[in-house]
């Protein structure tokens, strides 16, 4: 699969299996991550892998987060305030965009994740204090109940037009 139809395939997925995600291909999505550009290449970034089921269940405390407990893959992203203060989110952002993608490309659904108490996944994960957490990109095969409104975005995706998102020259 190209890069493009990794776009299009990319939806937020919020059930999974309880296949557990490859070593290869974590390793694979965490490499696609570090290869992002970044703002004077500072690199201000840490992902942290997470696959107890414990922890994810503690990550999974926000209102909008309950399905991480499913996942079977959290990747928390941190930025790093002090290293680039003024670019670490926008960096970050990049990053975990480009390991959804290699997710998809290898056949994993993904969902970015901001429904967190940051306080408690940095005391949970034991994050330094220079670092802020993002968001968390829940990873994992995508589980076979689907509602009725997943079912149609399937067949035809939502959205604004080109038209209406971009122009040429000026507003």
């Known amino acids: 699969m190209d890069v493009f ?4 395939q990319r939806r937020s997925i919020r059930s999974y299996q309880d296949t557990p995600v490859p ?3 974590l390793e694979k999505i965490l490499e696609a991550g570090r290869l992002a550009p970044s703002a004077n290449n500072k690199e201000p970034w840490h992902f942290i892998a997470v696959t107890n089921a414990e922890k994810r269940k503690k990550l999974s405390k926000g209102r ?3 399905f991480l407990t499913q996942a079977p893959l959290v ?3 941190c930025g ?3 290293t680039s203060p003024d670019w670490y989110a926008i960096d970050v ?3 975990v965009e480009n390991m959804a993608l290699t997710a998809v490309g290898e056949g994993l659904g993904t969902c970015f994740v901001g429904s967190f108490d940051e306080k408690d996944v940095k005391a949970l994960l034991k994050v330094p204090e220079n670092f802020e957490v993002l968001v968390m990109l829940a990873v994992g095969y995508g589980g076979q109940k689907l509602d009725l409104s997943s079912k149609l975005l399937k067949i035809v995706r939502t959205g604004k037009s080109l038209s209406e998102v971009a122009s040429e020259e000026e507003y």
Not at 5 to 8: G, P, S, T, V
């Open 5 to 8: 139809e990794a776009i299009q």
């Open 23 to 25: 070593r290869e291909l």
């Open 64 to 66: 909008w987060a309950k």
């Open 75 to 77: 990747i928390v992203a």
């Open 80 to 82: 790093d305030k002090k």
């Open 93 to 95: 952002a990049l990053a």
